[in-house]
């Protein structure tokens, strides 16, 4: 099957600055991949070059096999980008940009487009505002039209740059609901997001970027296994016994870290505790989490 996209050796300079330094990557379709790093670390140049909005220095792209500079028209319809930056015309309608943008796309008016207009604004609730002028919308709005905006040409690629950045939690939800629904229908979804409990729980397969290279690539459970661990955390009423200090990996005030592998462990752990008299007062297992796989990776 033709990937979704496929990204292949490519280098951006600006000037003297690179800002990607030889990205390979290939996103299979009905994907959900998540693309993530710290700030500055290329993921929206990645993008942009994607989109065809910035001309790779070197290497290729591709969108469901069409070349992003030589078959850049195929390429482009193929793909919903919604950009990190908010850019509108404020004179027009929330309706109006729609419509405008599907006719950018070749997309017909007429009764099939405005039907898929009206399900896009309830999917998003903004049924209401849809003959609002652009400027009279809030931030959150606005992200949620530019997702609109993306997929009104009913691209099979969606690609978010960070579309929960200033969204209220509900809408975040709503917004996640409906992306979910899209790829189990079979779209393709790529995402960058700065709250990576999000990509834990969307997304099947990650990328780290650092300094525009990808650093760690995996599905989002063996990274979880590689770089983060399991922890049982015991509070305990006055000093931990010295016998269990030397196995423990961390001390917070009263909480103590012990690092375990599997959960029966748990159970010889705090039978190890009992025996030399620790009295533990309040206990939990926190679970491995992407934050902790993160800045494993980002430190390394
Ligand atoms: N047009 C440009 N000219 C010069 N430098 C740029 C330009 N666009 C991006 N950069 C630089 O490239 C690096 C990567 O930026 P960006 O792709 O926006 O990172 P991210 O989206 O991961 O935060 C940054 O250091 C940024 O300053
Ligand atoms: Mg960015």
Redesign the pocket.
Known sequence: MTAAIEVQGVEKR??S?V?LAGISLTIQQGEFFALL????????????ALAGL?RASSGTLGVMGHDVVTDYQAARRSLGIVP?EIVFDPFFSVRETLRFQAGYFGVARGRTLDDWIDELLAKLSLSDKADHNMRQLSGGMKRRVLVAQALVHRPPVIVL?EPTAGVDVELRQTLWAFIRELNGKGHTILL?THYLEEAQQLCSRIAM?KM?RIVAMDTTDHLLNAFSERVLRVKIDGELPLSQVAVRTRQQGAWHHFTIHDLAEVETRLAGLREAGARITNMEVAEPDLEEVFLNVMHR
Do not use: C, R, V
Not at 37 to 48: E, F, H, R, V, W
């Open positions: 600006f000037g600055f800002a790093g710290p700030n500055g670390a290329g993921k929206t140049t990645l993008i942009s910035t990190q740059d960058t970027m525009g």
